[in-house]
């Protein structure tokens, strides 16, 4: 695939996130927020990261956009007490319920690839270890 072409597609994709990794349904500011694009976006993400192929600077950058949402996910979405992700977040309203294969399922091998890409890279761990510094 030539590199202008993989560029170009890199950077229509990343307008469906926020600076800090949001994951939108839409490629707008004002769209729902979505588990199941978090989950798609770290796939895509680190998938690009580890592509042997790919230009260095557009790996890292992948690897880095991948580990965003992944804390974002984390952060926004996990829902500890009840133990899944929410499904959305719509004009900053959470919506909690649970669907196992649209969003627990792929979330669950979203994070699984985002923790093997931190494993196997620089990054910070996504999670608090008893042996790592929380930043």
Do not use: N
């Not at 229509?12 to 349904?25: K, W």
């Not at 792929?106 to 761990?125: D, F, I, N, Q, Y």
């Amino acid at each position: 695939m030539p590199h202008a072409a993989l560029r170009a597609g890199f950077e229509a994709y990343g307008r469906f996130f926020g600076p800090s990794g949001e994951a939108r349904l839409l490629p707008r500011p004002d769209s729902v927020l979505d588990a199941h694009a978090a989950a798609q976006g770290i796939l895509t993400y680190a998938a690009l990261a580890v592509w042997s192929e790919g230009p260095r600077s557009l790996r890292d950058t992948a690897a880095a956009r991948a580990l965003a949402i992944a804390r974002w996910a984390m952060d926004e979405l996990w829902l500890s007490d009840r133990g899944h992700f929410a499904y959305r977040v719509r004009r900053g309203r959470k919506d909690e319920r649970e669907f196992t294969r649209w969003v627990t399922a792929w979330k669950c091998l979203a994070m699984a690839v985002a923790a093997e890409l931190t494993a196997h890279g620089s990054a910070r761990p996504l999670v608090p270890t008893p042996d790592s510094e929380v930043a």
